[in-house]
C-alpha cells in the first residue's frame, strides 16, 4: 500500500480472525463470572486492545491506550452510586427522589465525559485522539431538543385550556401532536448529535470537520416508514385473500360460522420470519445511508477526507448470517459474529489523503508532546456513535 501522497486512496484493513478472539472473548467471560465482574474491566481493554490491534490504515494499526485500573476505578465509582441510591431509596425515599433526579440530570455528563476517554485512550501512531465538544450542548441534545415540540404544544394547551378557548379533547389532541412531534424530531437530534461528535473530535492538534444536516436523516427514515407501510399494507391483503376467501366460502357452503377453516400456524410463523427479514434489511438500510453520509461528509484538517461504501444488501447478508450462527450456536459463535462486523466495516471505509500523510502525523505528534497528556475521568460508555 502506497504512503497515502499526492492525493492517494488509502483503505482500512482488518486482520484480526474469529478463533483468536474466541479465545479472549471465552476467558473474559469465564474470569468476569468467576471475579463477580471485576475482571469486566480487564475483559474490556483486552478486547478493544484485539480489535484495534488489528484495524490498520496505510499499513499501521490503531492503539487502545487505556490500562484496566482506570476503567475498574470508574466502575466501582458507577456502582457505588447504585448501592447508594439504593439503599437510600429504600430507607429515606424523599432524599432517593432527589438522587435519582441528580444521577438522570448527570447522563448527559457521563455520556460526554465517556467521549473524551475514549477518544483519549485511542491513537494511530503514537498520537492520540481528543474530544473537544461542549458540555453545554449535549444537555440539549439529550434533555431539551427531545422533549421541545412536546413543551411548546403542552404550553400552547395551557394557556389556551386556562382562557377557556378550548375543551379538554382539543387539549389532549394538542398533546397528541407534541408527542408525534417529539418522534418526528429524531432525526434532526440524530443529525445535530452526529455533527457534534464529529467536529467535537480530534487528532493530534488537528480536528475533524463535517457539516452534517439532517436532510439525509430524514429522507432515510421517510423511506424507511413508507417500506414499513407498503409492506404492513401487502401482507394484510395476502393474509386476506388466505383466509378471509376461505372462511367466505366455507361460510356460503356451510350456512354457518366453519369451525376450522385450516391452521394459521404456518401463515403466522411465515409472517413473522418474514418481518424479522425485513427488520434486519431495514436496519441496514439505515445504517448503510447514514453511515456513508456521516463519511463522506467528514474530513481531518483538509488533509484526509474519509469514505465508507456500504451496501444495504451487503450489510444485510452479513445481519443474515450472523443471526443464523447465533442461533444455531446458542451465542457461542459472537467472536467469528464480531469478527465478520470489524472487517466488513474496514473493507468498506477508506480515505482520500491529501499530502504527506507520515509527514502530518509527524507534526501533531510534535504538537502533542509539546502539550502534555491530560486525561479525563475514566468513565467509559460502550457507545459507538459513528456505527
Known sequence: MNDGSNGNHVSFKFNGNGWE??????????????????????????????????????????????TPWMILKGRLVAVSMIIIFSLVSQFFPPIGM???????????????????????????????FGFKGKLGSIFIYIFLLPILPLLITGLIAAILSFSQIIDQETTILLLG?????????????????????????????????????????????????????????????????IFGSNSLESFQSSGSQPENIGSPGGVIIAAYLLFILFGLWLRAYISTNIR????GSTCLDSKVQLQSFMTTNGLFSLYLVNTVLLIF????AYPWAAIRVARFRA??????????????????????????????DALDLDMDITL
Open 21 to 66: 478472539y474466541f479465545k479472549i472473548w471465552i476467558v473474559n467471560i469465564v474470569l468476569t463470572i468467576l471475579t463477580l465482574g471485576i475482571y469486566s474491566a480487564w475483559a474490556t481493554v483486552r478486547k478493544r486492545r484485539y480489535f484495534y490491534g488489528n484495524t490498520e490504515f496505510n499499513n499501521t494499526s490503531f492503539e487502545y491506550m487505556a
Open 98 to 128: 432527589i438522587f435519582a433526579i441528580i444521577l438522570f440530570a448527570a447522563v448527559p455528563w457521563i455520556v460526554w465525559n465517556s467521549f473524551r476517554f475514549r477518544a483519549r485512550m485511542s491513537a494511530y501512531r503514537n498520537v492520540r
Open 177 to 241: 401532536i407534541g408527542m408525534v412531534g417529539t418522534y418526528l424530531i429524531f432525526p434532526l437530534i440524530q443529525a445535530k448529535f452526529s455533527n457534534y461528535y464529529v467536529n467535537g473530535t480530534a487528532f493530534g492538534q488537528g480536528g475533524f470537520d463535517a457539516d452534517i444536516s439532517a436532510g439525509t436523516f430524514y429522507t432515510t427514515y421517510l423511506i424507511a416508514f413508507l417500506i414499513i407501510i407498503g409492506l404492513s399494507i401487502t401482507i394484510g391483503i395476502l393474509v386476506f385473500l
Open 292 to 295: 456513508n453520509y456521516i463519511y
Open 329 to 332: 450456536t446458542l451465542g457461542l
Open 347 to 376: 473493507d468498506n471505509t477508506s480515505a482520500m489523503v491529501q499530502g504527506d500523510l507520515s509527514g502530518y502525523v509527524t507534526e501533531q505528534h510534535a504538537y502533542q508532546s509539546s502539550l502534555g497528556d491530560e486525561l479525563g
